[in-house]
C-alpha cells in the first residue's frame, strides 16, 4: 500500500483510522448502514463493501458523494484497478504481469 493510503481498523487509536468511528461519522452523514468503509486515500477515494445490494463487492464512491462510482469483485482487483491504477504513472510502476 502506498502511504498515503489507509486502510482503517478496528483496533487504531486514532478515530480517522478506526473503522468504527469512520463509518459512525458517515452513517450520521447519509451513508446507508449497509455500506462499510475500508479505505481512505488521496485523490479523495474511498473504497467499501456494501454488503446487501452488491453481495459484499468491493465498491469506490464518487467524490463528495456516496454514489458508487466502480465496483469489483475481489480485493486483488480493487488494489490493481483502483490504488496502484492511480499510482502507476506517478510513479513509473509496471503492471504486475510485466
Known amino acids: 500500500m502506498f502511504e498515503t493510503e489507509t486502510m ?5 487509536s486514532d478515530d480517522l ?5 469512520v463509518n459512525e461519522v458517515h452513517w ?3 451513508m446507508p448502514r449497509d455500506m462499510v468503509l475500508f479505505h481512505v486515500g488521496s ?6 463493501v456494501d454488503r446487501r445490494r452488491h453481495r459484499n463487492r468491493i465498491l469506490t464512491l ?5 454514489e458508487v462510482e466502480r465496483h469489483f469483485d475481489t ?5 490493481l484497478q483502483a ?3 492511480e499510482f502507476r ?4 510502476l509496471n503492471t504486475l504481469d510485466e
Not at 8 to 12: I, Q
Request: no cysteine; aromatic share 14%.
Open 8 to 12: 482503517l481498523g478496528p483496533l487504531a
Open 17 to 21: 483510522e478506526n473503522v468504527l468511528k
Open 28 to 30: 450520521s452523514s447519509g
Open 43 to 48: 485523490f479523495h477515494s474511498v473504497s467499501y
Open 62 to 66: 464518487k467524490h463528495g458523494t456516496y
Open 75 to 79: 480485493l486483488t482487483d480493487w488494489y
Open 83 to 85: 490504488v496502484r491504477g
Open 89 to 92: 504513472e506517478r510513479h513509473d
